[in-house]
């Protein structure tokens, strides 16, 4: 006989055991093992920011703006490049857990090598290390476009449809809290020399990331994935570029979410410029890309809140208009930076932090509930595919400020993101009705 919980009403004890009952056997392992492996993720993440910590290092070690627009070019391109490859290879495979926990091994022992390469040349052999990072990264954001499909598709079949909001707002709340301190702690390895010396206190930064990477991949190798039901709907690579294509002209809703995502990209592309133009144009001093860190972190931990309200309470899209208004609000921040000062660039790393919290959170929950499971896998590709040309942004960027003020980016930027919440206004959400949803 169940035991009623005091002072709860046997109705909603009762409602509360259906649901759990009716959940999968391995729900509660594959919450834990997802949640240790999202939590850690980014806070590995925050200590290879490309928003910060990784132009401030290349910063160091040549005064080009080009090597930062390349390096973002690398993450852009490796993460859209293999995506439609990726989701045609594993349409119909039942397991896809241990491609993923190959993909970390490589990204953590990368930022391992990177630590060590920095601690035994940076000083001496700049140019050498320069190289070598951009190389690792490179190959590091390529593995991680075919993981952004593969981690989708396995969350998807680990995480019911009920519970996905839960996990997704746990996970980066968790997370983004400890990137706060992860803030604080670049801050303190870089705010005085003579504590941790150039170029330790980089390889120090770079060795706690692949530390936290390596216990991101203990939380992956504790999920159980299910097996997939779905068998193959495409014969060839070529099948799954034709139906990727008809896709995109038979959904105006999904044309709509992608030109959103691509507007939105104008600004995040722009944004490992944001620490040069503190840096140079404002004047701040190298302490503070930090604390620009821990702000960021704490706008993607506080805002996370309001977007999972936003989301469980009026749907996906309106997490989506937030995420713009943030965005627009980040650029006009950084304006105004150049008239009243330093403190305004606190507010703008804070809704960038806010932007890209609400970026994940918002379309890696509308995709999903926008396709269906046949199809799952290609929107996901998709959407970052059709955005590819937008990778080029950041060395166009790179090379533009050598001889404009990066003021003029900022200004782009507003532009861009105010089309952004025109867009997202006109945006269905699949939840509240059938023309949201993709049709085949």
Same mark, same amino acid.
């Given at each position: 006989m169940r035991r009623r919980r005091a002072g709860v009403p046997s109705a909603i004890v009762d409602t509360v055991q259906r649901d759990d009952e009716a959940l999968p056997a391995d729900y509660r392992r594959n919450f834990t093992g997802g949640l240790i492996h999202g939590v850690f993720f980014q806070l590995s993440e925050a200590f290879s920011n490309i928003n910060t910590v990784l132009p401030s290092f290349v910063a160091s070690l040549t005064g080009s703006t080009v090597v930062i627009g390349l390096m973002v070019?690398?993450?852009?391109?490796?993460?859209?490049?293999?995506?439609?490859?990726?989701?045609?290879?594993? &349409?119909?495979?039942?397991? &896809?857990?241990?491609?993923?926990?190959?993909?970390?091994?490589?990204?953590?022992?990368?930022?391992?090598?990177?630590? +060590?390469? @920095?601690?035994? !040349?940076?000083?001496?052999?700049?140019?050498?290390?320069?190289?070598?990072?951009?190389?690792? !990264?490179?190959?590091?954001?390529?593995?991680?476009g075919v993981g952004s499909v593969v981690y989708a598709d396995v969350f998807a079949k680990a995480i019911p449809t009920q519970k996905r909001g839960r996990f997704i707002g746990w996970k980066q709340l968790v997370g983004y809290t400890l990137a706060i301190g992860a803030g604080w702690v670049v801050a303190w390895i870089l705010s005085d020399p003579d504590r941790i010396r150039y170029p330790m206190n980089y390889a120090l930064i770079f060795f706690l990331?692949?530390?936290?990477?390596?216990?991101?991949?203990?939380?992956?190798?504790?999920?159980?994935?299910?097996?997939? @039901?779905? &068998?193959?709907?495409? &014969?060839?690579?070529?099948?799954?570029?034709?139906?990727?294509?008809?896709?995109?002209?038979?959904?105006?809703?999904?044309r709509l979410l992608l030109t959103t995502r691509g507007l939105t990209s104008v600004l995040l592309m722009s944004a490992p410029f944001f620490v040069l133009f503190a840096l140079n144009d404002v004047g701040v001093n190298q302490a503070a890309v930090g604390l620009y860190l821990a702000a960021q972190m704490t706008g993607a931990a506080l805002s996370n809140l309001l977007w999972?309200?936003?989301?469980?309470?009026?749907?996906?899209?309106? +997490?989506?208009?937030?995420?713009?208004?943030?965005?627009?609000?980040?650029?006009?921040?950084?304006?105004?930076a150049l008239v009243?000062?330093?403190?305004?660039?606190?507010? @703008?790393?804070?809704?960038?932090?806010? @932007?890209?919290?609400?970026?994940?959170?918002?379309?890696?929950?509308?995709i999903l509930e926008m396709a269906p499971d046949h199809l799952r896998a290609t929107c996901v590709a998709l959407l970052g595919t059709l955005l590819a040309p937008l990778a080029l942004l950041p060395l166009v960027i790179?090379?533009?400020?050598?001889?404009?003020?990066?003021?003029?980016?900022?200004?782009?930027?507003?532009?861009?993101?105010?089309?952004?919440?025109?867009?997202?206004?006109?945006?269905?959400?699949?939840?509240?009705g059938a023309d949201g949803v993709c049709i085949t």
């Open positions: 070019v690398a993450q852009e391109v490796g993460h859209v490049l293999p995506q439609m490859f990726t989701a045609y290879r594993v &349409e119909d495979r039942p397991f &896809e857990k241990p491609i993923l926990m190959w993909i970390i091994t490589m990204r953590w022992v990368s930022w391992g090598l990177l630590a +060590v390469v @920095t601690a035994m !040349f940076a000083l001496n052999q700049p140019d050498l290390v320069l190289i070598l990072l951009v190389g690792l !990264f490179a190959a590091f954001s390529l593995a991680g990331a692949a530390v936290f990477l390596l216990v991101a991949f203990v939380g992956i190798a504790i999920v159980r994935e299910p097996p997939a @039901t779905h &068998e193959r709907q495409i &014969e060839s690579l070529g099948e799954s570029i034709r139906r990727a294509v008809h896709l995109t002209r038979a959904n105006k809703n999904f999972g309200w936003l989301g469980d309470r009026f749907g996906n899209r309106a +997490v989506i208009i937030g995420t713009s208004i943030a965005g627009l609000g980040a650029a006009l921040a950084a304006l105004a009243v000062g330093p403190m305004p660039l606190y507010v @703008t790393f804070f809704l960038v932090g806010a @932007t890209m919290s609400g970026l994940r959170l918002g379309y890696a929950n509308i790179g090379i533009v400020v050598t001889w404009i003020p990066l003021a003029v980016v900022l200004v782009v930027d507003a532009v861009a993101m105010a089309g952004a919440v025109l867009t997202s206004i006109l945006l269905r959400d699949p939840r509240h």
